[in-house]
């Protein structure tokens, strides 16, 4: 009798350390999405510059260190890397020159988590070997590259994530343009302005479907 009742007595805390850990799991969970929720209800509108003087910072840029310039380009690439990180279901990149590795490892990091990636670059800009070579590392991971070639340029400088925001301005993501040239980049996430770049990409995308992926 005493060993049953020893027996039901463990039954019972088992069940309701069981409960306890699904009751905190949830609790958790909604506490993340609420969290969440407020992040991409949040009005995004910023710009970022880089300049010759970003040139002073190409000193740490490999370190990946920023400095306290208030305008030091490792500190405004970190923040594109962030951008680029926070996707959780969609990254559309649309790049004259892409060759940064940072930026590259970004991409390759969120695919890696299950995004759906997509880029289109330049067929002309693509035979650079900078750009060659890291076009040819995302083909091996598995992204779909497409590219635009032709005697026009493809001059587009974009991202899309998630379809709900957009990087856009002059900057090539290289690290001549990141540190040394006069460039911008502005980061919002207004649909106003997101959506067109929305339908543009995807109206590239499927004039490009020319089995470069």
């Not at 850990?21 to 929720?37: C, D, F, N, P």
């Not at 490999?62 to 959780?88: F, G, H, I, M």
């Not at 974009?158 to 460039?183: C, E, P, V, Y």
Request: with cysteine; net charge positive; aromatic share 8%.
């Amino acid at each position: 009798m005493m060993k049953n009742m020893w027996i039901f007595g463990r039954s019972n805390k088992v069940v309701i350390v069981v409960f306890t850990g699904v009751l905190a799991t949830e609790l958790l969970w909604q506490l993340y999405k609420r969290t969440r929720s407020k992040i991409s209800s949040k009005s995004i509108n910023e710009v970022l510059f880089f300049s010759e003087e970003s040139s002073n910072c190409r000193m740490h840029a490999v370190s990946r260190t920023p400095c306290d310039r208030s305008n030091c380009s490792v500190t405004q690439l970190r923040k594109l890397c962030a951008y680029l990180e926070s996707a959780q279901q969609n990254l559309d990149v649309c790049m004259y020159l892409f060759s940064c590795e940072d930026l590259a490892a970004a991409i390759a990091k969120v695919f890696c988590r299950g995004v759906v990636v997509r880029i289109i670059v330049d067929g002309g800009m693509a035979e650079n070997s900078a750009c060659e070579r890291r076009i040819r590392d995302f083909r091996e991971r598995g992204i779909r590259v497409r590219m635009k070639k032709s005697e026009y340029l493809m001059h587009h400088k974009f991202a899309i994530i998630d379809r709900k925001l957009i990087l856009t301005g002059s900057t090539n993501w290289t690290m001549q343009a990141m540190h040394g040239n006069w460039d911008n980049v502005i980061v919002s996430n207004q649909l106003a302005l997101v959506k067109p770049f929305i339908a543009e990409f995807d109206r590239m995308w499927i004039l490009l479907t020319t089995g470069e992926d």
